[in-house]
């Protein structure tokens, strides 16, 4: 008799290599959890690397609101040349020599892309203009705009400024930087933004991604060590790591389970999503607050 090959429910932490799309890495998860159920919370570039959070089969539940967490990047900018995709895989569209920027002007240019701002998207990227993706606009040639968007940049801070030779032979400087962000923020138009305000254009050559959420690339495995051991954190671990915890007692873990909408704790109020636990630990739903009730956002229980 052949053993019933069962897939773990759970969250798994990509270390994702570059040169892959978020697509690629889903449909490799595929093959190795052997199920069609995987979806990954939120994008990143073909050329970045490092944590993307993937859900196999009732984690998927919990992806659209992880997506929504802060993130955390390195990368390095670099000043004195611009692409047309904002980053080192676009054709080039200027070189500047940037070798007499100096150090207070890049943390000037770096305070005013700091906290509360509007940003205007890479033209490549996945956002939708009127239903049809930004970057098959770009690549048919298409003359657009982008609407600016409000997003959070709460840390944007320079590790190191090295001198570097563009392969124009252009002098070029190439910022090493850390960025804490809320979700849709793009590195790559504050690598251009910075550039731009600093008048010799700006791009991005290198990024990595170290947190989503609350999880870090410290808890990420690569491809090939998820081949030879799938480690998937259990939906409610994962949940609770996530999100606010609300343990319920056995009769409200009931009447919530029968779809009742239970009244919430103040506590809850303004929260967003909650996980709800039952006294066995076990995760009954992702809830949020309305009207001071527990309006049921995901069901697991």
């Excluded at 290599?17 to 939120?42: E, N, W």
């Excluded at 956002?127 to 940049?153: C, H, L, N, Q, W």
Aim: with cysteine; charged share 25%; net charge neutral.
């Amino acid at each position: 008799m052949t053993e019933k090959h069962t897939t773990p429910d759970g969250l798994v932490i990509v270390d994702k290599p570059s040169g892959f799309t978020s697509h690629d890495v889903v449909a490799k998860m595929r093959g190795i959890a052997r199920t069609r159920r995987v979806g990954h919370a939120g994008t990143l570039d073909p050329m970045a690397t490092g944590v993307l959070v993937l859900g196999v089969e009732r984690a998927t539940k919990l992806l659209g609101h992880l997506a929504l967490t802060e993130k955390e990047y390195l990368g390095t900018i670099r000043l004195g040349q611009t692409t047309l995709t904002d980053d080192a895989e676009g054709e080039i569209t200027g070189s500047q020599d940037a070798s007499k920027v100096t150090r207070e002007a890049i943390d000037a240019g770096i305070a005013e892309l700091s906290g509360d701002i509007m940003q205007v998207p890479s033209k490549v990227s996945a956002i939708k203009i009127k239903g049809v993706r930004s970057y098959k606009r770009a690549r048919e040639g298409e003359d657009f705009e982008i609407p600016a968007r409000p997003v959070t940049v709460s840390s944007f801070t320079v590790y190191d400024v090295r001198d570097a030779v563009a392969d124009d032979g252009t002098p070029v400087l190439d910022l090493v930087v850390s960025v804490t962000c809320s979700s849709g923020t793009y590195i790559r138009a504050l690598a251009r933004d910075l550039g731009a305000g600093l008048g010799v254009g700006g791009l991005l050559t290198a990024l990595r991604r170290t947190r989503v959420g609350p999880y870090k690339l410290d808890g990420a495995r690569t491809l090939d060590q998820l081949q030879q051991e799938l480690t998937v954190m259990p939906v409610a671990d994962a949940a609770a790591a996530a999100f606010p915890r609300w343990d319920v007692d056995a009769k409200r873990a009931r009447l919530l389970t029968n779809g009742v909408r239970l009244e919430m704790p103040e506590e809850y109020t303004g929260a967003g999503a909650v996980a709800v636990f039952d006294p066995g630990g076990r995760l009954l739903a992702l809830v949020e607050e309305h009207k001071g009730k527990a309006k049921s956002l995901a069901v697991f229980g």
